[in-house]
């Protein structure tokens, strides 16, 4: 009997609901060659879910995810319709937020590949890419800067404002972060760098600090500290140094974005967002690094490899199938070894290379499942 998996496919806005429907399709490929049986459900999410039912996380799109093994995110926000809404009704903070609250997503996971066939991608100089960059952005989710209290605007005498937010982080959370930043890098080339600015913050004294306890349970890991600074100069200076990067929430938020440009484009980016293990499942939200792209929306223009590889993900880390997780990697690396490109990836002095577009991308990959 074939193994089954719920899935909630939220498409959100932009090209959200182009880019989920290659994965959709990449999936189905992965239904049918690995024996597994998916149950993938759509719901609105976002500008989309405002329009449907009200709200950017309707009540019925939140059960859903209740009922799912994992989520599959597209993207939410429309830069021309987000200040129409109070900023806390708006879908990043209503949608994207509430799910990494409401589930306990406390461990977001990005990995950084750049592939040799798309080192013209990348802005760095050939001498700086070394034999490839390959590096796992492990970011802690859920506390932080963006989540700590008090965080308010508040009037001053005499006139002005005054905008207070809070970096607050608890040593169980720096634990459990730092557990699956090292857990991560026993599976890889077994290096961690710890970011923080503990020459300056609090917050960056206790992180330096339960880091370095918790990495005594993994002798077989080299630590090293970073403060974040030297990290983001470090990522454009040598990118190769780098395997697992520890970051706090606002840390990880940037860098993980200055790492992703080291792989010529955020559609090659994907993400996942990750809870508690509970016996053998790990609930998760997989989402692209990119925003909506709202430019490109509709034009059959947008990268969905993000999106593809973030099914990927899904695929091993919620449900522990590592042999079709490792279908979708190599059927992505085929297809661009191939040489076919969406915009955001192509130079046209790659005599190899040949445009495509989203739907055209989705096919090439699904098709390289099953072959």
């Known amino acids: 009997?074939?193994?089954?998996?719920?899935?909630?496919?939220?498409?959100?806005?932009?090209?959200?609901?182009?880019?989920?429907?290659?994965?959709?399709?990449?999936?189905?490929?992965?239904?049918?060659?690995?024996?597994?049986?998916?149950?993938?459900?759509?719901?609105?999410?976002?500008?989309?879910?405002?329009?449907?039912?009200?709200?950017?996380?309707?009540?019925?799109?939140?059960e859903l995810c209740r009922r799912s093994d994992a989520v599959l995110f597209g993207s939410v926000g429309l830069p021309d319709r987000d200040p129409t809404i109070p900023k806390e009704e708006r879908p990043e903070r209503a949608a994207l937020l509430r799910l990494r609250k409401e589930f306990g997503l406390f461990a977001n996971l990005r990995p950084v590949v750049l592939s040799k066939a798309l080192a013209h991608a990348c802005p760095l100089q050939p001498e700086r890419q070394g034999d490839g960059i390959d590096i796992l952005v492990v970011r802690e989710l859920t506390g932080g800067m963006y989540f700590g209290r008090p965080k308010t605007i508040e009037d001053l005498e005499g006139g002005g404002k005054r905008a207070i937010d809070s970096m607050v982080y608890t040593t169980a959370e720096i634990e459990r972060i730092a557990h699956v930043g090292f857990r991560a890098a026993r599976l890889r080339r077994k290096k961690l760098t710890s970011i923080d600015k503990a020459n300056v913050l609090e917050n960056g004294v206790l992180w330096r600090d339960v880091v370095t306890r918790v990495g005594k349970e993994y002798p077989d890991v080299q630590l090293e500290h970073m403060f974040v600074d030297n990290g983001a100069m470090q990522l454009v200076l040598k990118p190769t140094q780098f395997d697992v990067m520890l970051c706090e929430n606002m840390f990880g938020d940037i860098l993980s974005d200055e790492a992703a440009a080291l792989a010529g484009s955020l559609g090659m980016l994907p993400s996942a967002s990750l809870g508690q293990t509970t016996g053998e499942k790990t609930f998760g939200v997989y989402e692209p690094a990119g925003g909506t792209a709202p430019d490109i929306a509709g034009k059959n223009l947008a990268n969905p490899i993000a999106q593809i590889a973030s099914a990927g993900l899904m695929l091993q880390y919620s449900f522990g199938e590592t042999a079709a997780a490792t279908a979708v990697q190599d059927a992505i690396a085929k297809t661009i070894a191939a040489g076919l490109r969406t915009g955001d990836i192509f130079s046209s002095q790659d005599a190899k290379a040949r445009k495509v577009g989203t739907s055209e991308m989705g096919d090439a990959i699904a098709a390289a499942i099953g072959a």
């Open 1 to 62: 009997m074939s193994k089954q998996y719920k899935i909630a496919a939220l498409a959100g806005d932009g090209i959200g609901p182009e880019v989920m429907r290659e994965a959709v399709k990449v999936l189905r490929a992965v239904e049918k060659k690995h024996g597994l049986s998916l149950e993938i459900t759509e719901a609105p999410v976002g500008w989309a879910g405002i329009d449907a039912a009200g709200k950017a996380l309707p009540d019925a799109t939140l």
